[in-house]
């Protein structure tokens, strides 16, 4: 097969590729929209006292609490990487514009309290348990949380006593990760009653609720912040509010006029598999494998693997490609061996119209003769071509995987995640591909001196 054909063939092959990633996201089905009026405003009471400040540590991240709003204020991931200790600060105080930005807010229909008292703290084996409370003129809060110590699993009981009747709000952020740039983009993440999981991009983020979620929140390149159960269906309605850098997520309950308690979780976290299955598997989904799923998934575990070994992602994925090379070697010979009966078998056709020019019963009795003598070639480079799946559901597994954010490779390279800053290896790939094209053709050149 000539080098035009290949190369049209692999762009259909992608170009196939491509549109059925679209159909299949246009086939997925939307959230059920509920048009309704939103209610999008805290109106805060103006009581304020002394501040409690409750620093918890876990195995993965740090966390601050705080009795203003009884929110988690600050959230900073921890992560040792060949030696290195990193941290990753999605939640700040100093961040917050207002306090409607806090994680974990609990609003109401009418006044809303925002002092709050530490009732307990307490460490277990498996988590740490904080409880606040407060009281005011529109209804008696209490709040429960539960951090687990192995996991980005947080769980919130939430008791509302309303002295007349109410709707209850609870609110949450979105992650905000210090240096994305261009990168931070948002989206909302849901899934309805009928196990259907839908993605919102932020540009389309308007004035719209959704009906009874059982998973809901927002993601950005490399963290998830959602409520991943309800098992009292607290949320009856959900909706998103945009501020100016963030996305504040918003589930609302039905009207009460008498004392409820809900448990919620929430995984607030890093888009990491081990980390979030640990918590909820529908996270999973929230993973662009792209069509070739089945293939990206073995491939991240058997890559994470490899790096537990070398403690370099850089050498991993190296070491991964080389592997796939090595496996699918029998298919590449294979085609490459039935690429070069195609040429030679385009060189002979040639050769035959060039010399029975003319004369049309001479050229077929050749052609004839050649086929029954050499067969018709068939197969082409479609072996090599089964190559470009795995390559394509790597790449795609890896496309936001938190792994490789601020992940060194070697010398100039101290982040995977961003291009190479000096374009060296693209520089180096051009020249490798311009010299094999020419030894190509110098190869041709000699096989047609031969002939």
């Known amino acids: 097969m000539n080098k035009p054909a290949f190369f049209g063939l692999l762009l259909f092959t992608l170009g196939v590729q491509i549109g059925l990633q679209l159909y299949l996201s246009k086939r997925q089905k939307e959230p059920v929209v509920v048009q309704q009026a939103l209610n999008l405003e805290v109106n805060f009471s103006s009581d304020e006292h002394h501040e409690e400040l409750t620093i918890i540590k876990t195995d993965y991240a740090s966390m601050g609490f705080t009795s203003k709003g009884a929110t988690l204020a600050d959230l900073t991931f921890h992560r040792s990487m060949d030696g290195v200790n990193q941290d990753f600060m999605v939640l700040a105080a100093d961040q917050i514009e207002d306090r409607e930005q806090q994680a974990f807010i609990v609003a109401l229909d009418g006044k809303t ?257 050649m086929l029954q003598k050499d067969g018709l070639p068939l197969g082409g480079c479609l072996p090599l071509l089964i190559q470009l799946p795995f390559l394509a559901a790597l790449q795609s597994g890896l496309n936001n995987s938190l792994e490789l954010y601020r992940a060194p490779f070697f010398l100039w390279i101290k982040d995977l995640s961003v291009a190479d800053p000096y374009y060296v290896l693209p520089l180096l790939i051009l020249v490798f591909f311009l010299l094999g094209a020419v030894i190509g053709q110098k190869e041709a050149a000699l096989v047609k001196i031969f002939l």
Not at 282 to 295: A, E, H, P, T
Request: charged fraction near 25%; hydrophobic fraction near 40%.
């Open 113 to 369: 309290p925002y002092t709050y008292h530490l009732k307990q703290a307490e460490e277990t084996a498996e988590a740490h348990l904080l409880s606040y409370g407060v009281a005011s003129e529109e209804a008696d809060i209490n709040k429960q949380f539960i951090v687990y110590k192995d996991r980005p699993q947080i769980d919130m009981v939430l008791t509302v006593k309303p002295h007349i009747p109410t709707n209850v709000r609870v609110m949450w952020p979105s992650a905000l990760l210090k240096g994305l740039g261009e990168d931070e983009v948002i989206n909302g993440v849901m899934i309805n009653q009928k196990n259907s999981f839908s993605k919102i991009a932020e540009k389309k983020i308007g004035a719209s609720a959704y009906e009874q979620p059982t998973f809901f929140g927002t993601e950005d390149k490399y963290f998830v912040f959602a409520m991943t159960k309800d098992a009292n269906r607290f949320a009856q309605r959900a909706y998103y509010k945009q501020t100016q850098r963030r996305v504040l997520s918003l589930l609302e309950s039905a009207q009460i006029a008498e004392e409820k308690t809900w448990h919620m979780t929430f995984y607030f976290g890093p888009k990491d598999a081990q980390m979030m299955v640990l918590v909820d598997k529908n996270l999973d989904k929230v993973f662009d494998y792209g069509l070739f799923s089945f293939i990206a998934k073995p491939l991240l575990y058997v890559l994470r693997k490899i790096n537990e070994v070398v403690h370099n992602y850089g050498v991993a994925i190296l070491l991964i490609t080389l592997l796939l090379k090595l496996l699918l070697l029998p298919l590449t010979w294979s085609g490459a061996r039935k690429m070069k009966r195609l040429q030679e078998y385009q060189r002979k056709m040639a050769y035959l119209e060039q010399k029975y020019k003319g004369d049309k019963q001479a050229l077929d009795a050749a052609r004839m003769e």
